[in-house]
T-cell receptor, first 112, second 115 residues
């Protein structure tokens, strides 16, 4: 089952904010929203995660809607190095060993 | 963040031979590691969950006798592709989760080419 839905691709101009949406309408109360990205031919890189509050770190911000059925990852000032496939994943918080299941993600291309 | 190291990063082997891929958590202990496979232009597909000191749990459709997983310590898991065939050529990626906290960290991946 696909727990998340993301657009297959997006473009963003260099220096602008990149906003990547994710729908997770069947998310349960125990599940966190995680974001990872994969630059070509590398392993995925952790970006950020959250439960219900908005989160910010040095890489990005995560905005989760009040009903938790969708979220947006924001890269505030996109650079060419942000070109990657971005994966939105939901995972149960109470089972620490539960696997991460990757969907098809969003291929983000930063345009010079 | 925590570091997961995979070795080798790239390997070419002959059809019928076996290849071992190592996954190490360098600065933390991981009771559970995960092995993924990724074909070109596709997403990561989980192959198996590797538990320290016990047998790995394989996903449906993954042959456990072909993809041998050993997780002998809290910092090392190995994946051995036995009797490799060209269709096993893929990008193999491991992941390890911190004992406490939910973040998983990934290795840099191993590009396997079977000729």
């Amino acid at each position: 089952d696909a727990k998340t839905t993301q657009p297959p691709s997006m473009d963003c101009a260099e220096g602008r904010a990149a906003n990547l949406p994710c729908n997770h309408s069947t998310i349960s109360g125990n599940e966190y929203v995680y974001w990872y990205r994969q630059i070509h031919s590398q392993g995925p890189q952790y970006i950020i995660h959250g439960l219900k509050n908005n989160e910010t770190n040095e890489m990005a911000s995560l905005i989760i809607t009040e009903d938790r059925k969708s979220s947006t990852l924001i890269l505030p000032h996109a650079t060419l190095r942000d070109t990657a496939v971005y994966y939105c994943i939901v995972r149960d918080a109470f089972f620490g060993n539960e696997k991460l299941t990757f969907g098809t993600g969003t291929r983000l291309t930063i345009i010079p | 963040g925590a570091v997961v190291s995979q070795h080798p990063s790239r390997v070419i082997c002959k059809s019928g031979t076996s290849v071992k891929i190592e996954c190490r958590s360098l600065d933390f202990q991981a009771t559970t590691m995960f092995w993924y496979r990724q074909f070109p232009k596709q997403s990561l597909m989980l192959m198996a969950t590797s538990n320290e000191g016990s047998k790995a749990t394989y996903e449906q459709g993954v042959e456990k006798d072909k993809f041998l997983i050993n997780h002998a310590s809290l910092t090392l898991s190995t994946l051995t592709v036995t009797s490799a065939h060209p269709e096993d050529s893929s990008f193999y990626i491991c992941s390890a989760r911190l004992l406490q906290g939910g973040k998983a960290f990934f290795g840099q991946g191993t590009r396997l080419t079977v000729v």
